[in-house]
């Protein structure tokens, strides 16, 4: 079993930054990658970036150059950061961070991130 913990969501004018936060614990050691899904209201989920755990990363057209993924830590303790800049209204959302491990999906509890313009 993993764990997840988030926070760091809000709301921000267009053109801030954010950073979010997913705290894991539990059966850290069997992560093979951990990324953030995003959902806007009425839209599908939709994977945002993600990175693994030799720090390969991918990210959404939509944020390349604006979003950097991060992961801290090691065996005993990690967190994965999420920075956004330059955030648009369409940034718009509720975030959740999400690890795999042992070919299961583990979910945060969601964030909202709100972008005014």
């Known amino acids: 079993q993993v764990q997840l913990v988030e926070s760091g969501g809000g709301l921000v004018q267009a053109g801030g930054s954010l950073r979010l936060s997913c705290a894991a614990s539990?059966?850290?050691?069997?992560?093979?990658?951990m990324g953030w899904y995003r959902q806007a209201p009425g839209k599908q989920r939709e994977l945002v970036a993600s990175?693994?755990?030799?720090?390969?990363?991918?990210?959404a057209d939509s944020v390349k150059g604006r979003f950097t993924i991060s992961i801290v830590g090691d065996n005993a303790k990690r967190t994965e950061y999420l920075q956004m800049n330059s955030l648009k209204p369409e940034d718009t959302g509720v975030y959740y961070c999400?690890?795999?491990?042992?070919?299961?999906?583990?979910w945060g509890q969601g964030t909202q991130v709100t972008v005014s313009s």
């Open positions: 999400y690890a795999d491990a042992l070919s299961l999906k583990y």
């Open positions: 990175i693994t755990s030799g720090g390969i990363t991918n990210y």
């Open positions: 539990g059966r850290i050691f069997s992560i093979s990658a």
